[in-house]
């Protein structure tokens, strides 16, 4: 799994990145510091259609992913990452109302169909 940033914002991978802020090695937004891997981010450019929507994608995915992990509180702090979740579902519904829904979608941390198709129905029952 491989990471590349460059800052020049010249591919489309660059360019996601930029806007997630996923631009620094073992700094990135997932909650243990990982970054999203280059063949995560292709992947979701290539299933989205466009490099604005694989930014809704990343922004889903994150909330599915900080919602996951427990809150807590220490010296009268408390650190809640039910609100960082949020955060990721507010930017990603930003983006999406921006770019779109492309033939797929992120949520839960699992991929769903938006093509208005199911594959649960025989032709002959429509």
């Known amino acids: 799994m491989t990471f590349t940033y460059a800052g020049t914002l010249a591919t489309d991978l660059e360019w996601v990145r930029f806007h997630i802020q996923d631009v620094t090695v073992s700094a990135g937004p997932k909650p243990d510091g990982a970054n999203f891997t280059d063949e995560e981010l292709n992947g979701l450019i ?56 492309g033939g797929s979608r992120v949520s839960d941390g699992a991929v769903t169909r938006v093509d208005a198709y199911s594959d649960d129905i025989d032709s002959d029952e429509v």
Request: aromatic letters at 14%; charged letters at 25%.
């Open 46 to 101: 290539t299933a989205e259609g466009s490099k604005g929507r694989a930014v809704a994608a990343c922004f889903e995915a994150l909330s599915s992913i900080w919602r996951t992990r427990y809150n807590f509180s220490t010296e009268g702090q408390r650190f809640d990452r039910a609100s960082v979740a949020d955060g990721f579902a507010t930017l990603a519904a930003q983006w999406r109302a921006k770019y779109g829904s």
